[in-house]
């Protein structure tokens, strides 16, 4: 297990976790990565741990540069286990360590472990120095949890950015400008659609806060590691937490005897004759977490579900609870379905949406099998309706 060097006395000790692939009901299909950096000064510093079963992983890496025992300082960016797990292990072999986090970070960490460590919390505006390098701390909250904080280090020009700024991607490469960047900003903006969206607020400001800071190096706790071009992942963020859609589209159903699948498609149809881009996402077939993904970047949410036992397709339920906690802004929805004879499903859909603030078109339900005339009035209802929106 090699550290990898990232600056002078600044190096990687994380781990790679090939195997994940459900991270809370996020599809990781790449697996994932937690960073942990160790700098090596009069005192030595450790940011960040790793997920609990990875201790042996970070243990190894940091035994490459130092004893751990002789750790001096842990800054914890952040009490998520994904980050916080390895701590107790580790405060184990270095129990006089100080550990500097925020007061919500203080009291998270205390709530989990139930240790009473040389907790310092710190704020925004205050600094550590610990030899030739010095910290200084931006507390982010809500990006992700209450407690989350960034930690710049100005003599590297380094950002410790925690969970923004990150992919769940593992890899044998450290650096961003060792993959595709195609591949990077696919896997970013899935992390933002599905951890960081309903922040948008929140991630604006920490944009903020951190844009007088002289950043050459963005290291996350997930993935990748900026250190060059960090304007592009930065940019990526400005866009995405705008919270200002492109006029595109998804189309999401799940369907029975295809009657709902033949709207999909025939709304499909429309959007594109619309000019509108439009991604089919047949829940049959599509994780829930791709979808995001689509919704990131699209003003137009139309969602279809057939009526099942008065009520809607579980896979559809599934669904529009992920979106509605996910909270996308200044969407558009529209929803639409076959029925049998209750035909309640389009009603559900229409008022799971609009109770997640978003604005509706006219749903559209159609008995048993659609027909040509009623697809037609589909399409010019659909073509119509998104028109006015762009
Ligand atoms: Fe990567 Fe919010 O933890």
């Known amino acids: 297990m090699k550290a990898v060097k990232v600056a002078e006395n600044i190096w990687w000790v994380g781990a790679v976790d090939w195997d994940t692939r459900n991270f809370h009901g996020y599809s990781t299909a790449r697996g994932s990565s937690y960073n942990a950096y160790l700098i ?31 750790i001096d300082v842990v800054i914890s960016n952040h009490v998520e286990m994904d980050h916080s797990g390895s701590l107790p292990q580790l405060m184990k072999l ?24 040389d907790f310092h919390a710190v704020k925004t505006g205050d600094s550590l120095r610990i030899g030739k390098h010095s910290f200084s701390f931006v507390g982010t909250p809500m990006v992700h949890w209450p407690d989350n904080m960034l930690t710049y280090c100005p003599e590297a020009k380094m950002l410790f950015s925690n969970d923004a700024f990150g ?34 607020a929140q991630t604006q400001k920490a944009l903020a806060d951190a844009a ?30 705008a919270d200002q859609p492109e006029n595109r589209a998804v189309v999401v159903y799940d369907s029975m005897w295809h009657s709902t699948e033949t709207m999909a498609l025939r709304i499909g149809d429309a959007l594109e004759h ?8 047949n829940l049959k077939t599509t994780h829930i977490s791709d979808i995001m993904t689509g919704v990131l970047n699209s003003k137009f949410v139309f969602v279809g579900s057939p009526t099942l036992n008065n ?6 339920a599934q669904f529009l609870t992920y979106l509605s906690g996910l909270a996308p802004k200044n969407r558009v929805g529209f929803a639409f ?32 099998i659609p027909d040509e005339e009623q697809l037609n009035a589909l399409s010019e209802h659909v073509r119509q309706g998104v028109q006015a929106f762009i």
């Open 274 to 281: 619309a000019g509108v881009p439009a991604r089919m996402c």
């Open 94 to 117: 270095t129990p006089g360590a100080a550990v500097y986090t925020s007061p919500q970070g203080e009291k998270g960490l205390r709530a989990h472990y139930k240790e009473d460590w």
């Open 167 to 200: 992919e769940h991607m593992a890899s044998a490469e450290r650096f961003a400008d060792e993959v595709p960047l195609g591949v990077v900003e696919e896997e970013a903006a899935k992390y933002y659609a599905n951890i960081v969206m309903p922040y948008g």
């Open 212 to 241: 007088g800071l002289d950043i050459s190096v963005i290291a996350p706790s997930h993935g990748l590691i900026w250190r060059r071009d960090v304007g592009t992942v930065v940019g990526w963020y400005q866009k995405w937490s």
């Open 40 to 70: 090596a000064d009069d005192k030595i510093t450790l940011i960040d741990t790793v997920k609990a079963p990875f201790f042996d992983e970070m243990k190894a890496r940091i035994s490459e540069i130092v004893d751990p025992s002789k």
């Open 311 to 316: 009520g809607i397709m579980p896979p559809v």
């Open 337 to 368: 379905g076959s029925y049998g004879w209750g035909g309640q499903s389009v009603g559900i859909v229409d008022k799971i949406m609009r109770e997640a603030g978003m604005r509706m078109l006219d749903s559209v339900r159609i008995q048993y």
